[in-house]
């Protein structure tokens, strides 16, 4: 038994067994080697021959290592998402001072734990080659290829991994030799899952990956694309990516798919808010029944791990429906984020405010201290997905509450605080189509209601129920609506008082509404007298006699109860 120390790769050979003979002029050699490397067990052979006027000797292994060690003799984080024992097949080249080595394996027995398409199971293959120049003069060299997947070129001068140079190219092809100093990455993924990804990036961030103590490797540049993106709202969507380094610690991403198109300015070490500049964000438009249930689109987010950054937004698109542009700047809190300097213009809905979206625990909360302002919320409503229930000149609302879940689980039905709304010039709609089949917005349907008043008074509300004014102060406590006051609409013809509540999460309503209207009305003449016929008929001798005199206002009081989704409208 012997030892034999390769000192130029730092592999210690031990209980070597074979039939050695060494020749001055061509080196060592044996027929058939055993022994440990590593303290595992291994088979060979070694060969002798010279070339240019050296001794040249080469040695062939094989066996099976733990992934473990070699990670450690690399100097890599014995932590890395591999794990297992390598099979394999190494060429181990002495010349000189100079060596290299070239492994080969199919990997049967190593799990690598990332997303596809790098991910295997132990007893998957996949065909792999590692080669290693190491020069006694110059700059240490290393060549990866992973089956059609991964290939890598890489140099790290001084021995140090801080100083690597490397190009990483991915998708099918072999990588260029580096020429500058970091990682350069380019290719394709046929599949990109940004949760995936997110999940492998906090499980490091989170320290569950030690620190060797060696310098850390650079990106120098980035270059990729993949036909099929999930993430960001995205579903399988193409996408393409440019990152580059900037001055200040500081990256610029380009971004380009069919939903997202812009750049992003990240700071290392968060050292300033990221700039994020699009001009163009599609979101998904949500479901268009109205018995759908809703969902929030940002449940899997938690926004303490979002950074603070400053986001203009040219084109902001809801599903195949344009709605303007969009700016705020969002600031990491305690629990959260806040977004401040909110400032939209989204089919005409101007919003201004700021918006706290909080997570202290478990379960996420939001609230919104703002103005909301525009011209014809017809057209807002429509554009948000939502019939027009409602149109306007224009329209101001003040809004302080909060609700339960992210900004985009915002709805009536969790919905706590303080709501001061005026809307001037416009008509209360009727839905169009199959009412059961279409999205309307909880506190905006009038539908129920306009259809009993259009009944009640063909003669005036028979193309619709018009209003100069309506004015409404309410205060909700978890979907419970109460007005603070009366809501009041005025109208060229006739004027609306609504008192009571409206509970959205049980779908119930308790108010009273006011209607006052011309004295001559056909209510007054056929509805009045219907249920009192000496009053109906007093009103109508009373007109005959005196004409155009009688065109006084009237109040009619109903009471409305029930289901605020199909309430019942009596008069009383």
């Known amino acids: 038994q012997a030892e034999l120390n390769l000192v130029n790769l730092g592999v210690p050979l031990t209980q070597v067994n074979g039939d050695f003979r060494y020749d001055l002029q061509q080196g060592l050699s044996a027929k058939r080697v055993t022994g440990r490397v590593f303290n595992q067990p291994f088979t060979g052979e070694i060969t002798a021959q010279r070339k ?8 062939r292994f094989n066996g099976k290592l733990p992934v473990s060690t070699l990670l450690t003799w690399g100097g890599l984080d014995s932590q890395l998402p591999v794990a297992g024992q390598l099979p394999y097949n190494l060429a181990v080249s002495l010349q000189g001072a100079d060596a290299s080595l070239e492994l080969n394996s199919n990997l049967e027995g190593v799990s690598i734990d990332l997303p596809a398409p790098f991910a295997k199971s132990n007893k998957q293959t996949r065909a792999t080659q590692l080669q290693i120049q190491l020069p006694a003069q110059g700059t240490p060299s290393y060549q990866l290829q992973y089956a059609n997947v991964l290939s890598a070129n890489a140099r790290v001068p001084n021995h140090q991994l801080g100083q690597l140079h490397a190009r990483v190219k991915l998708g099918g092809g072999k990588a260029a030799a580096p020429t500058v100093s970091g990682i350069s990455l380019e290719g394709q993924l046929a599949e990109v899952q940004l949760e995936q990804w997110q999940a492998l990036f906090e499980r490091f961030s989170q320290g569950q990956v030690a620190n060797t103590g060696n ?8 270059n990729l694309s993949t036909p099929r993106f999930s993430g960001l709202g995205m579903s399988r969507q193409p996408l393409s990516l440019q990152l580059r380094p900037q001055a200040n610690h500081s990256w610029l991403a380009q971004v380009d798919s069919p939903l997202l198109k ?11 808010p990221h700039q994020i500049t699009l001009s163009q964000l599609t979101l998904p438009r949500p ?11 940002l ?10 950054m400053d ?3 040219q084109q902001l698109n809801l599903g195949s429906q344009p709605l303007g542009t969009l700016r705020f700047k969002a600031r990491k809190q305690t629990h959260g984020l806040r977004l401040l300097d909110i400032a939209s213009n989204l089919q005409g809905l101007s919003v201004h405010g700021q918006l706290d979206w909080l997570q202290p625990v478990k379960h996420a909360s939001s609230s919104f201290r703002g103005q909301l302002q525009g011209a014809d919320i017809g057209k807002v409503l429509n554009a948000f997905g939502f019939a027009k229930t409602i149109s306007s000149k224009q329209f101001f609302a ?3 509450g909060r609700w339960s879940g992210s900004p985009a689980a915002l709805g009536t039905d969790s919905f706590t605080g303080d709501i001061d709304a005026r809307f001037s010039q416009g008509q209360l709609k009727s839905v169009e189509g199959n009412a059961q089949a279409v999205r309307v917005f909880g506190l905006l349907n009038f539908e129920t209601i306009g259809r009993r008043l259009r009944l009640d008074f063909s003669d005036i509300f028979d193309r619709g129920l018009a209003y100069d004014t309506i004015k409404a102060r309410l205060r909700a406590d978890n979907g419970l609506f109460k007005t603070v006051g009366p809501l009041v609409m005025d109208g060229p013809a006739t004027d609306l008082q609504l008192e009571g509540f409206i509970d959205f999460p049980r779908d119930k309503i308790n108010a009273q509404l006011r209607v006052s209207v011309p004295l001559t ?3 007054t003449i056929a509805a009045i007298a219907a249920g009192a016929p000496l009053i109906g008929g007093a009103v109508y001798l009373a007109d005959k006699a005196l004409g155009n005199r009688l065109e006084k206002l009237t109040a009619v009081r109903y009471r409305i109860t029930g289901a605020w989704s199909k309430p019942t409208v009596r008069m009383q």
């Open 52 to 59: 240019t006027q050296q001794a040249h000797t080469l040695m």
């Open 215 to 222: 310098a850390t490797p650079k990106l120098s540049t980035v």
């Open 262 to 272: 812009g750049s992003l300015r990240y700071y290392e070490n968060n050292h300033q």
């Open 287 to 297: 479901a268009d029944t109205a018995t759908s249930q809703k969902q929030d689109a």
């Open 299 to 308: 449940a899997g987010i938690n926004p303490k791990t979002i950074p603070s």
């Open 311 to 313: 986001v203009s937004i």
């Open 398 to 400: 003040v809004v302080n």
């Open 521 to 523: 009305s056909n209510l």
